[in-house]
Each structure stands twice: as structure tokens, then as C-alpha cells.
């Protein structure tokens, strides 16, 4: 399942606007490159004056410093980034006895942030009926996601393509329903069908839907004329799903 295409809601982590404002900023994770840096020059500089107060001279120092750190970077630099993390959750333990609501603050800024991700490579919603036939896969599927999220919001879970023969599997209190994306232009054939009409069996579902920019092929049609698998465009998807027993989210 996933959040609504409206965003995560402040309210569902159990948080106020107010909770979000006295948010403490984090020292170390803000400052880890500089902090990295830090202990690498730390270590240099301490390995520089145990070999001066050993050789006595500078240039001697220096040059076997650098030899000695390129040796050894491959261990001084995970042992830099361990200690570094290791601040970070001392850091954050501290702030959380401080501040009680910190982690759900946490949790609700990467679920805001995640979701404008999600928003800015979401493709663009086809205007046209044809626009929909010159979309990826990925692309298709992607959309029909968010449609079916917007419409009919947590009674939806995505499926394994690879393993059910389908994308998505919506429950209501009276139906389950399956749905399969076919994009492109290329006729839907009968094997399609057939192999919903066993995933039906197999999810001991009502219906399957085939959502699909392009036109089923006339063995397809015989095919499901008398079994409860439908063949739609994009756009009559929410015709569909609410004759099926789906009614709209709130």
C-alpha cells in the first residue's frame, strides 16, 4: 500500500505543526563531510609530530606522513566514517530523551520528502486517450498507481507482476478485484485472459480488470464474454472499479 497522492498527513504520525517547529537541528549529521575531514587531518596531524619527535626533521615527518597515510587510508577512512556515524546516533539518543516527538518528526519530514520525490519523476497524466499508448511500462503502471490510490486510497496493495500475473489486487467490503497494465498499441491477446482467469481462482477474487491503451483482439473478447474478467481504457478505470463494488475515498 502507500500514501495518499495528497502527501503523508501530519496528523497520521501523531504530531503538530508545533512538534514540527521546535525540531532540533542535528550537529554532526549536518556537519559529517566537515567532520570526516576533521578526523582524517586529526589522525595526520598526530601521526606528522609522533614521527618528527621520533626523526627530528620536518621533511622526513611529512614525507613518511603521507606515505604512511596512503597506506593506511583504506582502513582510516572507514574507521573516520564509524566514529562519525557512531556521534550520529549518540546525537540523536540525546535529542529524542530531550524532545519525546523527535523520531515521529523524523519519520513524517522523509515520508514529505519521499513523496515529492515520487512526485517529480511521476510521468505526466495523459490528456488525450491516445497520449496514454506512448508511455513506458513503467511509466503506465506508475500512473495507474496513483489513480487507483486517488480514487480508492488504502483498500489497494500492489502485487507481484512476476509471480500473481498482475499489478494490483483492490479489496472492498464485497469485492476483491485484480487489475493488470498493458500499455503500448499492441492488440491484447487471449493468453492474457486465460491467465487472469486463473489468477482469479488463485486470489479467490470476483473480477479482473485489464487496464490497456490499446484494443483487445477479437479471441480475447470471445474469450471473456461469459467470465468475469473486463477489458478498459485508463480513463474508464473509475467507471469500472465503482460498478465492481469500490466506492470512492474520501
Known amino acids: 500500500m502507500w500514501a495518499t497522492s495528497d502527501g503523508p498527513r501530519i496528523e497520521d504520525f501523531g504530531i503538530s505543526e508545533r512538534d514540527l517547529a521546535q525540531v532540533p537541528k542535528f550537529v554532526v549529521a549536518g556537519h559529517r563531510t566537515a567532520l570526516l575531514v576533521g578526523v582524517y587531518l586529526i589522525a595526520a596531524s598526530g601521526l606528522f609530530f609522533l614521527l618528527l619527535s621520533v626523526g627530528g626533521s620536518w621533511s622526513a615527518a611529512a614525507f ?40 515521529a518528526c523524523l519519520a513524517y519530514q522523509e515520508a514529505v520528502a519521499e513523496h515529492r520525490r515520487r512526485q517529480e519523476v511521476l510521468p505526466r497524466q495523459p490528456e488525450a486517450p491516445g497520449d496514454w499508448s506512448g508511455l513506458s511500462h513503467t511509466a503506465f503502471v506508475e500512473l495507474i498507481r496513483e489513480n487507483l490510490d486517488r480514487l480508492f486510497g488504502a483498500c489497494v496493495t500492489e502485487l507481484d507482476r512476476e509471480s500473481s500475473g498482475c499489478d494490483f489486487m483492490a479489496d472492498s467490503s464485497t469485492s476483491r478485484v485484480l487489475v493488470r497494465c498493458e500499455p503500448g498499441s499492441q492488440p491484447i491477446a487471449a493468453s492474457i485472459g486465460r491467465e487472469l482467469t486463473a489468477s482469479v481462482g488463485d486470489f479467490t477474487a470476483d473480477a479482473a480488470v485489464i487496464v490497456t491503451s490499446a484494443m483487445p483482439t477479437r479471441s480475447l473478447e470471445d474469450y471473456i464474454a461469459e467470465r468475469s474478467v473486463f477489458v478498459v481504457a485508463p480513463g474508464d478505470l473509475e467507471v469500472t472499479m465503482e460498478a465492481l463494488g469500490f466506492p470512492l475515498s474520501n
Request: with cysteine.
Open 64 to 103: 613518511f606522513t603521507v606515505i604512511v597515510l596512503a597506506a593506511v587510508s583504506v582502513l582510516l577512512l572507514p574507521a573516520a566514517f564509524l566514529a562519525v556515524c557512531a556521534g550520529e546516533r549518540a546525537e540523536e539518543r540525546w535529542l529524542c530523551r530531550r524532545f519525546p516527538a523527535l523520531r
